[in-house]
């Protein structure tokens, strides 16, 4: 008798400064992720996904040539590593406050490169380099550019090197160390992508989709909230007026029927706002709750 192989869906998780806000994400969607200090492979509560933890920087490489069919990483990294992937989502998320973030041009305050054009014979440090020189052909201008392993801003502020392309989400930082933007090179956000035939294949794709369809929901929660109350019916149009619904709320039938219940989404930021305004308009018995996830 033929034992049933079960078919594993191979994902990629960026191992650095994304996976604890990765591991974050994917616990609210519903999937509990483990993983030793050491491990590169964690376990997972679903047993057709097998995740595997790699640096974001080489992931779009490592799906590309099909050794895993999904993973998780940077605009950029696809960008720079020219991979032939199939962007499948685009997840806003981040480990800061911000959901993107910027790789730029800088050099210290007082130096004369002003643009792109006055880096002609000079040198620049990043780890970026293919999207560097990229952006430089476009400019036309001939520059050396070197790939750094670490401590970029100090090379430049030290004159190891004329400029940097560095990442920065804000710029603080550049600006802590007296470092002036020139130019954005390019913006990155966190990308869900596979290879073409983990793509093109019926049960991987249906298995990616409903993956990310967790995700997005679990992302699209996150700044929402549920209000519950109960109400008379003749306060509802003053109720209404002052809800900012996802879409129109649900209205439930109490064992009163001069009385209802109804119950909607909102943003989190405006409950401050409205619930006061709410018992004003009538409503009593409100509950605010968090969501785990919102599936429009």
């Known amino acids: 008798m033929t034992k049933n192989i079960m078919k594993q869906l191979k994902l990629g998780l960026p191992k650095g400064s994304l996976q604890e806000a990765t591991f974050a994400l994917f616990e609210k969607a519903g999937f509990k992720v483990y993983v030793s200090t050491r491990s590169y492979f964690p376990q997972i509560d679903d047993e057709e996904i097998s995740p595997v933890l790699l640096r974001a920087q080489e992931m779009s490489r490592y799906v590309e040539d099909k050794t895993l069919d999904c993973g998780i990483t940077g605009h950029d ?12 989502a685009q997840l806003l998320y981040a480990k800061q406050t911000s959901s993107k973030v910027r790789w730029v041009l800088a050099v210290p305050e007082g130096s004369p490169i002003k643009s792109v054009k006055d880096l002609a014979g000079k040198k620049i440090a990043t780890e970026l380099v293919n999207v560097t020189k990229k952006y430089l052909a476009k400019h036309n201008v001939k520059a050396d550019v070197e790939f750094s392993w670490g401590a970029t801003e100090a090379k430049v502020t030290g004159g190891l090197v004329d400029a940097i392309v560095e990442l920065t ?18 913006e990155s956000t966190t990308q869900f992508i596979a290879n073409q035939e983990a793509a093109a294949d019926p049960w991987k794709k249906k298995k990616m989709q409903q993956v990310i369809m967790l995700l ?46 109804l119950e909607t989404v909102i943003e989190e930021s405006t409950v401050r706002q409205i619930i006061p305004a709410l018992k004003e308009a009538g409503a009593e018995g409100i ?10």
């Open 77 to 88: 990294w696809i960008e720079e590593n020219s991979s032939d992937v199939v962007r499948l």
């Open 287 to 296: 509950i605010e709750y968090s969501l785990n996830k919102l599936i429009y």
């Open 169 to 186: 989400e804000t710029g603080s930082s550049l600006r802590a160390n007296n470092l002036r933007i020139v130019d954005t090179l390019c």
């Open 216 to 261: 997005k929901g679990a992302l699209d929660a996150k700044n929402m909230v549920g209000l519950k109350m109960n109400l008379a019916r003749k306060d509802l149009d003053k109720v209404l007026k002052v809800l900012t619904a996802l879409k129109n709320p649900t209205i439930s039938p109490l064992a009163d029927d001069r009385w209802i219940a």
